[in-house]
Nanobody, 124 residues
Framework: QVQLVESGGGLVQAGDSLRLSCQVS???????TAWFRQAPGKERDFVAA????????PHADSVKGRFTISRDNAKNTLYLQMNHLKPDDTAVYYC??????????????????WGRGTQVTVSS
């Protein structure tokens, strides 16, 4: 059973940067991985994804140019570098994974495995 553990969240000011990490147990190199986020009272939305082959899907429009997803297969770790943070980025950030390829990077229904999330709070 694969396990995903996020870290790196916190309370920051607008304009600051954070890097989230997701440690994945098991055969990480065989998983497509993604970041989603969920703000209070809202649905869990796609942020970014990277395939097991290293192909990066287009980031969500709301984070494009500010956030960057990456993965290090040697360390079994997925990252999300977040720059120029805004108060609207406040949410719980979740790491997700699915074995092999997925037909639609953007749909949360395509990811079978999820972490418990890490809180990111951006003050104005």
């Amino acid at each position: 059973q694969v396990q995903l553990v996020e870290s790196g969240g916190g309370l920051v000011q607008a304009g600051d940067s954070l890097r989230l990490s997701c440690q994945v147990s098991g055969r990480f190199a065989y998983y497509t991985t993604a970041w989603f986020r969920q703000a209070p009272g809202k649905e869990r939305d796609f942020v970014a994804a990277v395939s097991r082959m290293g192909n990066i899907a287009p980031h969500a429009d709301s984070v494009k140019g500010r956030f960057t997803i990456s993965r290090d297969n040697a360390k079994n770790t997925l990252y999300l570098q977040m720059n120029h943070l805004k108060p609207d980025d406040t949410a719980v950030y979740y790491c997700a994974a699915s074995w092999g390829t997925v037909t639609d990077f953007f749909s949360r229904d395509n990811y079978r495995h999820w972490g418990r999330g890490t809180q990111v709070t951006v003050s104005s």
